[in-house]
């Protein structure tokens, strides 16, 4: 049971890194002047969820749930 611990831990570092680089990858959510005057209503802003954005936020969503997951199951210590 050591060698899938050691898979686990191994997978769990890969999927931290990860997640540090999307979280950095991805656009801050102030909205900053455009909201004052009306430019937060544009086709980028109402079609956020089917672009770029939209798909690492969906990422990271899962990744962190992963990531949770697996810090359960390490410190389960049952391997």
Partial sequence: ????????????IIISIA?????LMQEGKSAGLGAISGMAETYWGKNKGRSMEGKLVKITTGLAVFFLLLSIVLNLNVF
Avoid: D, Q, S
């Fill in 1 to 12: 049971m050591g060698a899938l611990r050691i898979v686990l831990t191994v997978i769990y």
């Fill in 19 to 23: 997640l540090v680089v999307l979280v």
